[in-house]
C-alpha cells in the first residue's frame, strides 16, 4: 500500500461527474410533455365534459409528482457535485498545508487531556471529568485495516522511522486479526492519549450493539479477550490459552474519549458498484454499526478513516468519500479522512488533522462532574467553614473570660470568692396570730 505524493486538480471534469452519478438511482430530470399531448389527444375522443375534467385533473396531479421528483433529484445532484469538488480541493489544500508538518505536529505533542476543553456556560477546567489520558478507539469490520493505522500513526510520531511495528497486522485474510484489546500510548513516551486496537465488527448487529455499549459505558481494559456469543468453542478455548498471563497484569479500566471508524475503501467501491448480496452487505454492517448510539458522544458522531486508498484512483476515492458521507450522515471533507499506507507527508498530515478533530471532540464532551457529589462537597465545605468560625469564637470567648478572671485576681490576691445565700427566717409567732386573730 505504497504510494506517491497527492496533486489532484483543482476542477472537476464532465467524465469524473458522470462516474459519481453511477452510484444514485436515476430519476427523470422533467416532466414527460410528450404523455401530456397524448392523454389530451384521448380526452378530445371521450364523450363527456366531465369525464374529461376528471383525465385532465388526473394527468395534472402525476404531472406535479414528476416535477417534485424533479426538483428533488436536481438538488441531489447539484449538492453531490459540489462535495465532489470539495473532497478534490481538499487534497490539493493537504499538499499546500504539508509545507508546515512540523507545526501541525508539535500541536498533538503538546496535547494533554482537557486542554482544548471549551470553556462554556460558565464552566471551567476544575467542572470536569477530565481522564489521566485520553482514549481513542478504533472500531470497524474485518479488514479494515485498524491495526495498519496504528503503526501508520505511531510512525508519524516516532524519530526512528524504521522502528519496528508496533500491532500484529494480518498479512493475509485468513490471518486472525485482532482478539484481544490493545492499548498504544501515542507516543510511546507519553501518557495524554492513547489508541486501542479492537476486534473486527461481526456480521450480526445485535452482537455490536452489545460489545460496543460495553466498550462505551463501563470502559476498556488493555488484554482483555473480546468474546462474541458467535464464537465457536474451539476459538474458545484458543482465545483462553492465549490469554492465559493475563491475570498477572496490571488492570486499569480506561473510559472512552471518542471513536474512530475504520473502513475499507476498496470494500466500499465494490459495493457502491455491485448489486451483489455478498458485496452489500459490507455496506449495510458500516451503516448498522455507526448508527449505534453508544458510538456518538452527545450530537458528535465518529470520525471516519478510510484505508487502501493508494490502491484506488483518486476519483474513486472521492466518490468513496461522497458516497459514505451521504450514507452515515457526516461531511465527507471534514469528517471523513483518507488515510492510505504511505509516508509522504500528505498522509502525515492527514493523520494528524484525523488526531487533532478526535481529542477536540473528546475535551468537547468531557463529561462534567456530578452533581451529587458537587453538591456533597459543597455541604463539606460549608460544615467546615462553620465549624472554624465556631472554633474560633470559642477560643476568643474562652480567652476574654480567662483574662478577665486573671484581671480580678490581681486586684484582690488575698480576697477569697465570696456568694452570698439569702437564708429565710420563718417567724411561727406570727403566723399564730394571723390564723387565731
Known amino acids: 500500500m505504497g504510494g506517491d505524493t497527492i496533486t489532484p486538480p483543482i476542477s472537476t471534469t464532465d467524465e469524473e461527474l458522470s462516474s459519481l452519478e453511477q452510484d444514485f438511482p436515476q430519476l427523470p430530470p422533467q416532466t414527460p410533455t410528450f404523455l401530456r399531448d397524448d392523454i389530451r389527444m384521448e380526452v378530445e375522443d371521450s364523450t363527456t365534459k366531465e369525464d374529461n375534467l376528471m383525465i385532465l385533473g388526473e394527468f395534472d396531479e402525476l404531472g406535479s409528482r414528476f416535477s417534485s421528483a424533479a426538483l428533488d433529484f436536481e438538488a441531489n445532484r447539484r449538492r453531490r457535485h459540489s462535495a ?34 471549551e470553556k462554556v456556560g460558565g464552566l471551567q477546567l476544575i467542572d ?7 482514549l481513542l478507539i478504533l472500531v470497524g469490520p474485518k479488514g479494515s485495516g485498524k491495526s495498519s493505522l496504528v503503526n501508520r500513526i505511531s510512525r508519524v510520531f516516532e524519530e526512528d522511522k524504521f522502528v519496528s511495528e508496533r500491532a500484529q497486522v494480518s498479512y493475509t485474510s485468513v490471518g486472525d486479526g485482532t482478539y484481544f484489546l490493545q492499548e498504544y500510548m501515542i ?26 455499549k460495553c466498550w462505551l459505558t463501563k470502559g476498556v481494559c488493555h488484554g482483555d479477550a473480546v468474546i462474541r456469543g458467535s464464537d465457536s468453542p474451539s476459538l474458545r478455548i484458543s482465545m483462553k ?4 498471563w493475563n491475570g498477572f497484569l496490571t488492570r486499569e479500566i480506561r473510559r472512552v474519549s471518542f471513536v474512530i471508524f475504520v473502513v475499507n475503501g476498496i470494500s466500499v467501491l465494490k459495493s457502491m458498484d455491485s448489486n451483489e448480496d455478498s458485496d452489500m452487505k459490507y455496506i449495510q454492517t458500516i451503516a448498522e454499526a455507526f448508527s449505534c ?28 468519500r461522497v458516497h459514505l458521507g451521504e450514507l452515515l450522515g457526516i461531511p465527507p471533507a471534514k469528517q471523513i479522512f483518507d ?27 468531557l463529561p462534567r462532574k456530578s452533581w451529587i457529589m458537587n453538591k456533597v462537597h459543597t455541604a463539606l465545605l460549608r460544615g467546615c467553614i462553620l465549624l472554624l468560625i465556631s472554633l474560633g469564637i470559642a477560643i476568643i470567648i474562652a480567652y476574654v473570660y480567662r483574662a478577665h478572671i486573671h484581671r480580678v485576681h490581681r486586684a484582690k490576691p488575698h480576697a477569697k470568692p465570696h456568694i452570698d445565700f439569702i437564708h429565710p427566717e420563718i417567724n411561727w409567732h406570727a403566723i399564730r396570730h394571723m390564723w387565731l386573730g
Open 84 to 117: 465532489y469538488r470539495e473532497v478534490l480541493q481538499s487534497y490539493d489544500e493537504l499538499r499546500i498545508r504539508s509545507e508546515n508538518l512540523n507545526g501541525a505536529k508539535s500541536k498533538i505533542l503538546s496535547y494533554v487531556p482537557g486542554a482544548w476543553i
Open 128 to 134: 470536569y471529568d477530565v481522564p489521566k489520558t485520553t
Open 187 to 212: 507516543p510511546k513516551s507519553s501518557m495524554s492519549f492513547c489508541l486501542y486496537d479492537t476486534r473486527s465488527l461481526s456480521n450480526d448487529s445485535s452482537e455490536n450493539t452489545e460489545i460496543l
Open 241 to 244: 490459552c492465549k490469554a492465559r
Open 293 to 320: 448510539p453508544y458510538l456518538s458522544f452527545k450530537d458528535d458522531k465518529p470520525v471516519v478513516v478510510v484505508t487502501h486508498g493508494d490502491l484506488l484512483s483518486l476519483s474513486d476515492r472521492a466518490r468513496v
Open 339 to 365: 488515510i492510505p499506507e504511505s509516508c509522504d507527508p500528505v498522509t502525515e498530515l492527514t493523520i494528524i488533522d484525523m488526531l487533532r478533530f478526535s481529542l477536540e471532540h473528546a475535551d468537547k464532551n
